[in-house]
């Protein structure tokens, strides 16, 4: 089951931040003018001290717009007298979600502005610790652009980190369509190919030995039932209330079967398996059986082979092991045939381990030959 789209975080509603500043800013003002000897509060005080937070509606239509109100709303403030507060704090905001929003010159250009009010109101005041003050002021607008240019950069960075994230999901959904697709054409292909021959069969004792046309229906029947609940439970993944992987996926254990299932539409076959089952990886082993289950229905569809050896063997190498599913028949061969989806499947099960799939002409007949590492430390099935 598949997670669905990731939600970004754009930090707190816009109208949030908008009633938050303006509130402090109107309270604040109102509490710092009662302790101060400056010009009243008057109409036109209060809507200079709401317009600095009303130009913050704009952060994410149009977000050049919040530091030049900033600017003038709070510069119209201070210049005429009113009280000192925090009328600032929209200003200091204003500065902050402009860079935040990758509008780096305007916000070092808004940060510049406040710094040279600062400085020159501080050398205007007549304060002998005015350098201090206005050191202080540049120093506070050059902290808060670096804020929003470290906020821009997070944002970016997790961005990124989804897209990527995305990117992985969608690949691996890709990976997973063509597994499931791979195991859809191996059981159709190799059942449909049973109950073909085994139809072949009845047609034919059907009038020339009645007594032995019942062995091939019933072949026929357990081919059909054993496709169909294969089918059923690979196409059963897709559905949102199973797990992810398809349950009971077939292991060497099974190889046999597909041994007699061949047996039955005429192939003899001679099953050499020299393999410890519990020391093989489960991948492993359903790549291998799907490799062979792929292989006998090739032979028994076109090559006209009488006989075909399946031979299972380990090779110990430097790394955990190479496990080898070589399958030889005494048919055609390849000829002039084009390789279709069954071989292509073949060679992407064994690639998806690191393996490889091989043909070679016997003359008469064709050997297909599985590779497949086997993992250092091997997962008990």
């Known amino acids: 089951m598949s997670e669905g789209p990731s939600r970004r975080f754009n930090g707190p509603p816009t109208s949030f ?5 303006a509130v402090v800013q109107v309270v604040g003002t109102l509490f710092s003018a009662a302790r101060q000897d400056a010009r009243p509060l008057d109409l036109f005080a209060f809507v200079l001290l709401l317009l600095g937070p009303a130009g913050l509606a704009f952060r994410k239509k149009s977000p050049e717009l919040m530091l030049p109100v900033a600017l003038v709303s709070s510069g119209l403030y201070l210049s005429w007298g009113y009280p ?7 200003l200091a905001l204003s500065i902050v979600l402009t860079a935040s929003a990758g509008l780096r010159w305007q916000s070092w250009a ?17 304060d002998q610790g005015w350098p201090f003050r206005a050191a202080a002021g540049v120093a506070w607008a050059v902290i808060l652009v670096l804020l929003g240019q470290g906020i821009r950069r997070r944002s970016e960075r997790f961005a990124e980190f989804r897209r990527r994230r995305e990117e ?30 085994q139809a072949s069969v ?25 496709s169909l609940t294969e089918v059923r439970q690979l196409l059963g993944v897709l559905r949102e209330d199973v797990p992810f992987e398809p349950a009971a996926a077939p292991t060497l254990d099974r190889v046999p079967e597909l041994a007699e299932q061949a047996e039955l539409g005429g192939l003899q076959v001679r099953l050499e398996d020299e393999t410890d089952h519990a020391a093989v990886a489960r991948a492993q082993q359903e790549a291998a059986y799907r490799i062979i289950q792929e292989a006998l229905t090739n032979v028994g569809r076109h090559s006209g082979a009488s006989t075909a ?16 599913a ?7 061969g390849m000829g002039l045939a084009v390789p279709g989806n069954g071989l292509t499947g073949m060679r ?21 030959e599985a590779v497949l590492p086997l993992p250092a430390e091997r997962n008990m099935p």
């Open 110 to 126: 808004g940060a510049g502005l406040a710094g040279g009010a600062v400085v020159a109101g501080a050398v205007m005041a007549g």
């Open 348 to 368: 992407e099960r064994a690639a998806a381990l690191g393996g490889s799939v091989t043909l070679t002409e016997l003359h008469p007949g064709l050997r297909v």
């Open 84 to 90: 000192w507060g925090p009328v600032v704090l929209s």
């Open 17 to 21: 931040i908008v009633i938050t500043v």
């Open 309 to 324: 050896v399946v031979r299972l063997f380990v090779q110990q190498d430097t790394g955990g092991g190479l496990l080898t």
């Open 202 to 226: 009845a047609l034919h004792l059907g009038t020339d030995d009645p007594d032995k046309l019942r062995p091939a229906l019933e072949a026929i029947k357990t081919a059909s039932k054993e």
């Open 326 to 332: 070589r399958i030889d028949d005494d048919g055609a």
């Open 168 to 197: 992985a999901m969608k690949a691996r959904q890709d990976e997973y369509r063509l597994t499931l697709a791979r195991d859809i054409h191996d059981v159709v292909a190799h059942s449909l190919s049973m109950i073909n021959v």
